[in-house]
Protein backbone atom coordinates (compact mmCIF):
# COMPACT_ATOMS: atom_id res chain seq x y z
CA UNK A 1 0.00 0.00 0.00
CA UNK A 2 1.24 3.54 -0.42
CA UNK A 3 2.23 5.30 2.55
CA UNK A 4 0.29 8.69 3.17
CA UNK A 5 1.70 11.02 4.63
CA UNK A 6 -0.24 12.69 7.37
CA UNK A 7 -1.90 16.17 7.34
CA UNK A 8 -0.78 19.06 9.54
CA UNK A 9 -3.68 19.50 12.09
CA UNK A 10 -4.67 23.18 12.08
CA UNK A 11 -7.78 25.22 14.03
CA UNK A 12 -8.21 28.10 12.01
CA UNK A 13 -10.09 31.47 13.17
CA UNK A 14 -12.66 32.01 10.71
CA UNK A 15 -14.37 35.09 12.30
CA UNK A 16 -15.80 37.70 9.83
CA UNK A 17 -13.40 35.89 7.24
CA UNK A 18 -14.94 35.18 3.80
CA UNK A 19 -15.15 32.27 2.23
CA UNK A 20 -16.54 30.53 -0.54
CA UNK A 21 -18.98 27.46 -0.64
CA UNK A 22 -19.38 26.21 -4.36
CA UNK A 23 -22.46 24.12 -4.46
CA UNK A 24 -25.12 24.45 -2.74
CA UNK A 25 -26.38 20.30 -2.01
CA UNK A 26 -26.61 18.13 0.80
CA UNK A 27 -22.37 17.98 1.23
CA UNK A 28 -21.75 21.79 1.29
CA UNK A 29 -24.61 22.42 3.35
CA UNK A 30 -23.26 20.53 5.91
CA UNK A 31 -19.94 22.53 5.58
CA UNK A 32 -21.67 26.15 5.53
CA UNK A 33 -23.26 24.66 9.09
CA UNK A 34 -19.73 24.33 10.73
CA UNK A 35 -18.24 27.69 8.67
CA UNK A 36 -21.37 29.65 10.32
CA UNK A 37 -21.04 28.13 14.04
CA UNK A 38 -16.95 29.26 13.10
CA UNK A 39 -18.53 32.92 12.41
CA UNK A 40 -17.02 32.96 8.97
CA UNK A 41 -18.58 35.29 6.29
CA UNK A 42 -20.15 32.64 3.95
CA UNK A 43 -20.97 33.02 0.43
CA UNK A 44 -22.41 30.07 -1.08
CA UNK A 45 -22.50 30.63 -5.35
CA UNK A 46 -24.76 27.74 -6.79
CA UNK A 47 -27.67 27.57 -9.44
CA UNK A 48 -30.06 25.56 -6.44
CA UNK A 49 -29.63 25.33 -2.73
CA UNK A 50 -30.96 23.06 -0.64
CA UNK A 51 -34.10 24.37 1.62
CA UNK A 52 -32.00 25.25 4.59
CA UNK A 53 -29.38 26.90 3.01
CA UNK A 54 -31.74 28.55 1.16
CA UNK A 55 -33.10 29.61 4.60
CA UNK A 56 -30.33 31.25 5.76
CA UNK A 57 -29.36 33.27 2.75
CA UNK A 58 -33.22 34.31 2.72
CA UNK A 59 -32.11 35.08 6.30
CA UNK A 60 -28.97 36.61 5.62
CA UNK A 61 -26.84 34.48 7.35
CA UNK A 62 -24.95 33.25 4.03
CA UNK A 63 -24.68 35.08 0.73
CA UNK A 64 -26.07 33.49 -2.31
CA UNK A 65 -24.55 33.93 -5.83
CA UNK A 66 -26.81 32.74 -7.99
CA UNK A 67 -25.17 31.24 -11.51
CA UNK A 68 -22.65 28.33 -12.92
CA UNK A 69 -19.36 28.66 -11.08
CA UNK A 70 -16.79 31.60 -12.00
CA UNK A 71 -13.52 32.07 -11.13
CA UNK A 72 -13.77 35.43 -10.42
CA UNK A 73 -16.01 34.06 -7.71
CA UNK A 74 -12.50 33.70 -5.42
CA UNK A 75 -11.53 37.28 -5.38
CA UNK A 76 -11.39 38.70 -2.18
CA UNK A 77 -12.01 35.19 -0.29
CA UNK A 78 -9.71 33.88 2.21
CA UNK A 79 -10.46 30.41 1.80
CA UNK A 80 -12.59 27.58 -0.52
CA UNK A 81 -14.65 24.68 -0.70
CA UNK A 82 -15.59 22.92 -3.75
CA UNK A 83 -18.61 20.97 -3.70
CA UNK A 84 -20.38 20.80 -6.36
CA UNK A 85 -21.84 17.15 -7.73
CA UNK A 86 -18.99 17.77 -11.04
CA UNK A 87 -15.44 16.67 -10.77
CA UNK A 88 -14.63 19.01 -13.28
CA UNK A 89 -16.15 22.05 -11.87
CA UNK A 90 -14.37 20.82 -8.48
CA UNK A 91 -11.20 20.89 -10.08
CA UNK A 92 -11.62 24.25 -11.92
CA UNK A 93 -12.45 25.43 -8.16
CA UNK A 94 -9.10 23.94 -6.97
CA UNK A 95 -7.24 25.77 -10.25
CA UNK A 96 -8.80 29.23 -9.28
CA UNK A 97 -7.40 28.41 -5.93
CA UNK A 98 -3.91 27.91 -6.34
CA UNK A 99 -3.80 30.83 -9.01
CA UNK A 100 -4.93 32.77 -5.99
CA UNK A 101 -2.80 31.02 -3.57
CA UNK A 102 -5.97 30.05 -1.74
CA UNK A 103 -6.13 26.49 0.77
CA UNK A 104 -9.20 24.77 -1.10
CA UNK A 105 -10.85 22.24 0.26
CA UNK A 106 -12.32 19.37 -2.81
CA UNK A 107 -15.14 17.23 -1.49
CA UNK A 108 -15.28 14.75 -3.92
CA UNK A 109 -11.41 14.07 -4.12
CA UNK A 110 -8.89 14.48 -0.63
CA UNK A 111 -6.05 14.55 -3.26
CA UNK A 112 -6.51 17.63 -4.87
CA UNK A 113 -7.79 19.24 -1.40
CA UNK A 114 -5.36 21.33 0.19
CA UNK A 115 -6.76 21.15 3.39
CA UNK A 116 -9.89 18.63 4.45
CA UNK A 117 -12.68 19.04 7.21
CA UNK A 118 -12.30 16.50 10.07
CA UNK A 119 -15.35 14.84 12.06
CA UNK A 120 -15.55 17.07 15.21
CA UNK A 121 -16.90 16.67 18.44
CA UNK A 122 -18.08 19.64 19.41
CA UNK A 123 -17.58 21.10 23.00
CA UNK A 124 -16.24 24.29 22.90
CA UNK A 125 -14.45 25.94 23.65
CA UNK A 126 -13.10 22.42 23.09
CA UNK A 127 -13.01 20.88 19.91
CA UNK A 128 -11.78 17.50 19.19
CA UNK A 129 -10.89 16.97 15.37
CA UNK A 130 -10.61 13.84 13.71
CA UNK A 131 -9.44 12.89 10.72
CA UNK A 132 -8.39 9.85 8.48
CA UNK A 133 -6.46 12.01 5.42
CA UNK A 134 -9.72 11.38 3.33
CA UNK A 135 -9.16 7.66 3.44
CA UNK A 136 -11.97 6.50 5.30
CA UNK A 137 -14.04 9.29 6.06
CA UNK A 138 -16.93 7.04 7.35
CA UNK A 139 -14.17 5.71 10.15
CA UNK A 140 -13.51 9.33 11.09
CA UNK A 141 -17.35 9.92 12.06
CA UNK A 142 -17.82 6.43 13.62
CA UNK A 143 -14.74 7.23 15.86
CA UNK A 144 -16.44 10.44 16.50
CA UNK A 145 -19.95 8.94 17.49
CA UNK A 146 -17.89 7.16 20.12
CA UNK A 147 -16.26 10.42 21.44
CA UNK A 148 -19.55 11.76 21.73
CA UNK A 149 -20.73 9.48 24.10
CA UNK A 150 -17.09 9.41 26.13
CA UNK A 151 -16.72 13.00 26.25
CA UNK A 152 -20.12 14.64 27.86
CA UNK A 153 -21.48 18.56 27.66
CA UNK A 154 -20.44 19.26 30.86
CA UNK A 155 -16.68 18.80 29.43
CA UNK A 156 -17.23 22.53 27.76
CA UNK A 157 -18.53 23.97 31.10
CA UNK A 158 -15.36 22.49 32.80
CA UNK A 159 -13.46 23.95 29.88
CA UNK A 160 -14.68 27.42 30.06
CA UNK A 161 -14.86 27.22 33.89
CA UNK A 162 -10.65 26.73 33.79
CA UNK A 163 -10.46 29.40 31.29
CA UNK A 164 -12.61 31.72 33.27
CA UNK A 165 -10.38 31.41 36.45
CA UNK A 166 -6.98 30.82 34.47
CA UNK A 167 -5.05 34.08 35.76
CA UNK A 168 -6.85 33.87 38.76
CA UNK A 169 -5.61 30.50 39.51
CA UNK A 170 -2.04 31.33 38.17
CA UNK A 171 -2.55 33.83 40.82
CA UNK A 172 -3.36 31.31 43.93
CA UNK A 173 -0.72 28.76 42.60
CA UNK A 174 2.57 30.66 41.25
CA UNK A 175 4.41 27.56 41.67
CA UNK A 176 4.24 25.50 38.68
CA UNK A 177 4.24 21.85 40.59
CA UNK A 178 1.46 23.03 42.92
CA UNK A 179 -0.56 24.32 40.00
CA UNK A 180 -0.47 21.31 38.39
CA UNK A 181 -2.25 19.56 40.98
CA UNK A 182 -4.37 22.16 41.82
CA UNK A 183 -5.75 21.36 37.97
CA UNK A 184 -5.47 17.67 38.75
CA UNK A 185 -8.19 18.42 41.52
CA UNK A 186 -10.17 20.26 38.95
CA UNK A 187 -10.39 17.66 36.20
CA UNK A 188 -10.65 14.45 38.65
CA UNK A 189 -12.07 15.84 41.76
CA UNK A 190 -15.91 16.82 42.40
CA UNK A 191 -16.15 19.75 40.05
CA UNK A 192 -16.51 17.72 36.46
CA UNK A 193 -19.38 15.55 38.86
CA UNK A 194 -21.05 18.43 39.90
CA UNK A 195 -21.00 19.52 36.31
CA UNK A 196 -22.49 16.72 34.82
CA UNK A 197 -25.60 17.48 37.44
CA UNK A 198 -25.91 20.63 36.63
CA UNK A 199 -24.97 21.93 39.59
CA UNK A 200 -22.89 25.34 38.31
CA UNK A 201 -23.08 27.59 40.92
CA UNK A 202 -21.52 24.73 43.42
CA UNK A 203 -18.92 23.71 40.78
CA UNK A 204 -17.85 27.38 40.79
CA UNK A 205 -18.26 27.64 44.70
CA UNK A 206 -16.22 24.89 45.25
CA UNK A 207 -13.07 26.21 42.82
CA UNK A 208 -13.27 29.40 44.46
CA UNK A 209 -12.98 28.26 48.08
CA UNK A 210 -10.21 26.07 46.92
CA UNK A 211 -8.77 29.05 45.55
CA UNK A 212 -8.68 31.14 48.61
CA UNK A 213 -7.17 28.10 50.88
CA UNK A 214 -4.28 27.20 48.26
CA UNK A 215 -2.09 24.39 48.58
CA UNK A 216 -4.36 22.00 51.13
CA UNK A 217 -2.43 18.88 48.81
CA UNK A 218 0.06 16.94 51.19
CA UNK A 219 3.48 18.98 50.82
CA UNK A 220 6.28 16.69 50.11
CA UNK A 221 5.67 12.95 49.16
CA UNK A 222 8.03 10.12 48.12
CA UNK A 223 5.98 6.89 45.82
CA UNK A 224 8.04 4.53 46.10
CA UNK A 225 6.89 2.73 42.86
CA UNK A 226 8.40 -0.84 42.14
CA UNK A 227 8.83 -1.19 38.40
CA UNK A 228 9.12 -5.37 37.62
CA UNK A 229 11.18 -6.50 34.71
CA UNK A 230 10.57 -2.61 33.78
CA UNK A 231 8.61 -3.21 31.12
CA UNK A 232 6.26 0.25 30.53
CA UNK A 233 3.45 -2.19 29.40
CA UNK A 234 3.30 -3.88 32.63
CA UNK A 235 2.53 -0.56 34.58
CA UNK A 236 -0.81 -0.29 36.76
CA UNK A 237 -2.76 2.91 36.45
CA UNK A 238 -1.41 4.16 39.85
CA UNK A 239 2.52 3.34 38.84
CA UNK A 240 1.66 5.29 36.01
CA UNK A 241 -0.13 8.06 37.53
CA UNK A 242 2.42 8.50 40.88
CA UNK A 243 5.08 8.64 37.57
CA UNK A 244 3.33 11.33 35.87
CA UNK A 245 3.00 13.58 38.98
CA UNK A 246 6.26 13.44 40.16
CA UNK A 247 8.55 16.64 40.31
CA UNK A 248 11.53 14.20 40.25
CA UNK A 249 12.15 10.88 39.62
CA UNK A 250 14.86 8.88 41.63
CA UNK A 251 16.00 5.61 39.97
CA UNK A 252 19.05 3.54 39.56
CA UNK A 253 20.74 2.44 36.44
CA UNK A 254 18.66 -0.69 35.80
CA UNK A 255 15.24 1.35 35.14
CA UNK A 256 15.09 2.18 31.22
CA UNK A 257 14.32 5.01 28.96
CA UNK A 258 11.33 3.46 27.54
CA UNK A 259 9.58 3.49 31.57
CA UNK A 260 11.55 6.65 32.35
CA UNK A 261 9.83 8.67 29.27
CA UNK A 262 6.43 8.05 31.31
CA UNK A 263 7.29 10.69 33.69
CA UNK A 264 6.07 14.34 33.08
CA UNK A 265 8.59 16.33 30.02
CA UNK A 266 9.18 18.59 33.06
CA UNK A 267 10.20 16.56 35.72
CA UNK A 268 14.02 16.59 36.99
CA UNK A 269 15.55 12.87 36.77
CA UNK A 270 18.28 11.68 39.30
CA UNK A 271 20.68 8.49 38.97
CA UNK A 272 21.43 7.25 42.41
CA UNK A 273 24.25 5.14 43.57
CA UNK A 274 24.08 1.75 44.30
CA UNK A 275 25.78 2.47 47.91
CA UNK A 276 22.21 4.83 48.84
CA UNK A 277 20.71 1.79 48.19
CA UNK A 278 22.30 0.17 50.87
CA UNK A 279 21.74 2.11 53.73
CA UNK A 280 18.51 3.39 55.21
CA UNK A 281 19.74 6.31 57.02
CA UNK A 282 22.07 7.66 53.78
CA UNK A 283 18.85 7.27 51.33
CA UNK A 284 16.51 9.45 54.03
CA UNK A 285 19.02 12.37 54.16
CA UNK A 286 19.29 11.99 50.44
CA UNK A 287 15.54 12.16 50.00
CA UNK A 288 15.38 15.13 52.67
CA UNK A 289 17.70 16.98 50.80
CA UNK A 290 15.76 16.72 47.76
CA UNK A 291 12.56 18.17 49.38
CA UNK A 292 14.15 21.27 49.56
CA UNK A 293 13.40 21.74 45.81
CA UNK A 294 11.15 19.10 45.20
CA UNK A 295 7.52 18.68 46.41
CA UNK A 296 6.65 15.46 44.83
CA UNK A 297 9.77 12.60 44.23
CA UNK A 298 8.82 9.19 42.74
CA UNK A 299 11.77 6.36 43.73
CA UNK A 300 11.79 3.94 40.92
CA UNK A 301 14.01 1.09 41.82
CA UNK A 302 14.76 -2.36 40.31
CA UNK A 303 14.47 -5.36 42.05
CA UNK A 304 18.02 -6.55 40.95
CA UNK A 305 19.64 -3.45 42.31
CA UNK A 306 19.30 -5.51 45.64
CA UNK A 307 17.51 -2.80 47.17
CA UNK A 308 18.57 -4.03 51.52
CA UNK A 309 16.93 -0.84 52.89
CA UNK A 310 13.95 -1.24 55.10
CA UNK A 311 11.07 0.38 53.55
CA UNK A 312 9.01 0.35 56.80
CA UNK A 313 12.27 1.68 58.61
CA UNK A 314 12.43 4.54 56.18
CA UNK A 315 8.55 5.36 56.10
CA UNK A 316 8.59 6.38 59.96
CA UNK A 317 11.77 8.18 59.66
CA UNK A 318 10.70 10.22 56.69
CA UNK A 319 7.11 10.65 58.19
CA UNK A 320 8.76 12.05 61.33
CA UNK A 321 9.90 14.91 59.30
CA UNK A 322 6.99 16.00 57.97
CA UNK A 323 6.77 13.50 54.54
CA UNK A 324 4.79 11.25 53.21
CA UNK A 325 5.76 7.64 52.00
CA UNK A 326 3.59 6.29 49.69
CA UNK A 327 4.41 2.84 48.06
CA UNK A 328 2.51 1.76 44.54
CA UNK A 329 2.31 -1.78 43.03
CA UNK A 330 4.27 -0.48 39.50
CA UNK A 331 3.30 -3.83 37.47
CA UNK A 332 0.22 -5.46 36.58
CA UNK A 333 1.46 -8.92 36.00
CA UNK A 334 4.70 -10.59 35.62
CA UNK A 335 5.77 -12.01 32.08
C1 LIG B 1 -15.63 14.01 8.30
C2 LIG B 1 -16.57 14.65 7.31
C3 LIG B 1 -16.56 16.15 7.61
C4 LIG B 1 -17.56 16.96 6.85
O1 LIG B 1 -17.83 16.71 5.68
O2 LIG B 1 -18.06 17.90 7.48
C5 LIG B 1 -16.10 14.27 5.94
N1 LIG B 1 -16.94 13.43 5.36
C6 LIG B 1 -18.01 13.22 6.14
C7 LIG B 1 -19.07 12.37 5.84
C8 LIG B 1 -19.21 11.53 4.68
N2 LIG B 1 -18.27 11.33 3.76
C9 LIG B 1 -18.78 10.45 2.82
C10 LIG B 1 -20.12 10.11 3.16
C11 LIG B 1 -21.03 9.22 2.37
C12 LIG B 1 -20.99 7.81 2.84
C13 LIG B 1 -21.87 6.98 1.98
O3 LIG B 1 -23.08 7.04 2.19
O4 LIG B 1 -21.31 6.34 1.08
C14 LIG B 1 -20.36 10.80 4.35
C15 LIG B 1 -21.69 10.87 5.08
C16 LIG B 1 -21.71 10.17 6.38
O5 LIG B 1 -21.00 9.21 6.63
O6 LIG B 1 -22.55 10.64 7.13
C17 LIG B 1 -18.10 9.91 1.64
C18 LIG B 1 -17.05 10.73 1.00
N3 LIG B 1 -16.24 11.62 1.61
C19 LIG B 1 -15.32 12.09 0.70
C20 LIG B 1 -15.61 11.53 -0.54
C21 LIG B 1 -14.82 11.80 -1.80
C22 LIG B 1 -13.65 10.89 -1.95
O7 LIG B 1 -13.11 10.35 -0.98
O8 LIG B 1 -13.27 10.74 -3.12
C23 LIG B 1 -16.69 10.66 -0.37
C24 LIG B 1 -17.40 9.81 -1.41
C25 LIG B 1 -16.71 8.51 -1.58
C26 LIG B 1 -17.14 7.51 -0.55
O9 LIG B 1 -18.35 7.22 -0.45
O10 LIG B 1 -16.27 6.98 0.14
C27 LIG B 1 -14.26 13.01 0.99
C28 LIG B 1 -14.04 13.68 2.16
N4 LIG B 1 -14.83 13.63 3.26
C29 LIG B 1 -14.24 14.32 4.25
C30 LIG B 1 -14.86 14.69 5.44
C31 LIG B 1 -12.84 14.63 3.92
C32 LIG B 1 -11.92 13.58 4.49
C33 LIG B 1 -11.98 13.52 5.99
C34 LIG B 1 -11.22 12.40 6.56
O11 LIG B 1 -11.00 11.37 5.94
O12 LIG B 1 -10.80 12.60 7.71
C35 LIG B 1 -12.87 14.59 2.40
C36 LIG B 1 -11.59 14.09 1.75
C37 LIG B 1 -13.07 15.95 1.80
C38 LIG B 1 -13.84 16.90 2.66
O13 LIG B 1 -15.05 16.95 2.52
O14 LIG B 1 -13.18 17.65 3.41
C39 LIG B 1 -18.00 14.05 7.35
C40 LIG B 1 -18.37 13.31 8.65
C41 LIG B 1 -19.04 14.25 9.58
C42 LIG B 1 -19.49 13.54 10.79
O15 LIG B 1 -18.71 13.51 11.74
O16 LIG B 1 -20.63 13.06 10.84
N1 LIG C 1 -16.88 15.23 1.31
C1 LIG C 1 -17.90 14.56 1.69
O1 LIG C 1 -18.14 14.47 2.88
C2 LIG C 1 -18.77 13.90 0.70
C3 LIG C 1 -19.78 13.06 1.12
C4 LIG C 1 -20.62 12.50 0.18
C5 LIG C 1 -20.42 12.83 -1.13
N2 LIG C 1 -19.42 13.66 -1.50
C6 LIG C 1 -19.18 14.15 -2.90
O2 LIG C 1 -19.69 15.49 -2.90
C7 LIG C 1 -20.42 15.76 -4.09
C8 LIG C 1 -21.58 16.69 -3.76
O3 LIG C 1 -22.53 15.99 -2.98
P1 LIG C 1 -23.97 16.56 -2.70
O4 LIG C 1 -24.74 15.48 -2.01
O5 LIG C 1 -23.89 17.88 -2.02
O6 LIG C 1 -24.51 16.78 -4.21
P2 LIG C 1 -25.85 17.48 -4.68
O7 LIG C 1 -26.18 16.92 -6.01
O8 LIG C 1 -26.87 17.45 -3.60
O9 LIG C 1 -25.45 19.01 -4.87
C9 LIG C 1 -24.64 19.48 -5.89
C10 LIG C 1 -24.71 21.00 -5.89
O10 LIG C 1 -23.76 21.52 -6.79
C11 LIG C 1 -24.38 22.56 -7.55
N3 LIG C 1 -23.67 22.70 -8.83
C12 LIG C 1 -23.61 21.84 -9.87
N4 LIG C 1 -22.87 22.37 -10.87
C13 LIG C 1 -22.44 23.59 -10.45
C14 LIG C 1 -21.63 24.61 -11.05
N5 LIG C 1 -21.11 24.49 -12.27
N6 LIG C 1 -21.42 25.72 -10.32
C15 LIG C 1 -21.95 25.87 -9.10
N7 LIG C 1 -22.71 24.92 -8.49
C16 LIG C 1 -22.96 23.80 -9.18
C17 LIG C 1 -25.81 22.09 -7.70
O11 LIG C 1 -26.65 23.20 -8.02
C18 LIG C 1 -26.06 21.55 -6.30
O12 LIG C 1 -26.41 22.61 -5.44
C19 LIG C 1 -20.85 14.39 -4.57
O13 LIG C 1 -20.78 14.38 -5.99
C20 LIG C 1 -19.88 13.40 -3.97
O14 LIG C 1 -18.87 13.04 -4.90
C21 LIG C 1 -18.60 14.19 -0.61
Redesign the pocket.
Known sequence: MPRITPLYPIFADLAARPVLVVGGGA?AE??VR?LLNAGAEVHVGAPALTETLARWADERRLKHIDGMFQAQWLDNMWLVIAATNHREVNAKVKQAADDRGLLS??????AL?SF?????VDRAPLTIA?????????L??RL?ECMEAMFDHALADLAKLAGHYRAAIRHAYPNTGARRRFYDWLFDGPIPILLRQGKHLEAEQALISNLATPDTWPARVVTWIDPGPGDPGLLTLNGLRALNEADIVVHDSHIEEPLLSLARRDADRRLISGELLHHTEMLKEYLLKLFEDYQRVALVISNSALLRVEQRELTEQLSHRGVLTNIVRGVSAQS
Not at 116 to 120: D, F, G, I, L
Not at 132 to 138: L, T
Open positions: VRKSNVVDDPSQVPSVISSAGVAPVARR
